[in-house]
């Protein structure tokens, strides 16, 4: 079994959403077309869906291919990323966009210079 079909499997069960209850919906929402039979076969991890279906899969599920691939490093550069808007979203209204940008630069510059 694939990281691919393992997350699918996730995912679905994560929403609370029967095979049929998710095929129904993925119909619902994008034009690609999508059967439980093929569904599940991708979910037991036998064949791997297209990249027009795996997209859709995706972003139906609001994460990116390689999220859904298992690429954990990605998570840790969002999580690193969203903790820089947190730390940015304190700062004064007075701090210009720039200024801003230099702030994000420099967390980053730490951050690097830390890991080596």
């Known amino acids: 079994m694939s990281i691919f079909s393992e997350n699918l499997k996730r995912f679905?069960?994560?929403?609370?959403?029967?095979?049929?209850?998710?095929?129904?919906?993925l119909n619902s929402k994008f034009s690609i077309r999508f059967t439980k039979t093929t569904y599940a076969r991708w979910e037991s991890g036998e064949t791997s869906p297209s990249i027009d279906h795996a997209s859709?899969?995706?972003?139906?599920?609001?994460?990116?291919?390689?999220?859904?691939?298992?690429?954990?490093?990605?998570?840790?550069s969002k999580n690193e990323h969203k903790n820089i808007e947190t730390i940015a979203a304190h700062i004064d209204?007075?701090?210009?966009?720039?200024?801003?940008?230099?702030?994000k630069n420099y967390i980053e510059f730490i951050k690097s210079s830390r890991k080596k």
């Open 56 to 76: 859709a899969i995706a972003n139906f599920f609001n994460v990116t291919l390689d999220e859904m691939n298992g690429n954990s490093s990605l998570e840790v």
């Open 12 to 25: 679905r069960n994560a929403h609370n959403f029967s095979m049929d209850e998710l095929v129904n919906r």
């Open 93 to 103: 209204e007075d701090v210009t966009e720039e200024e801003l940008e230099t702030i």
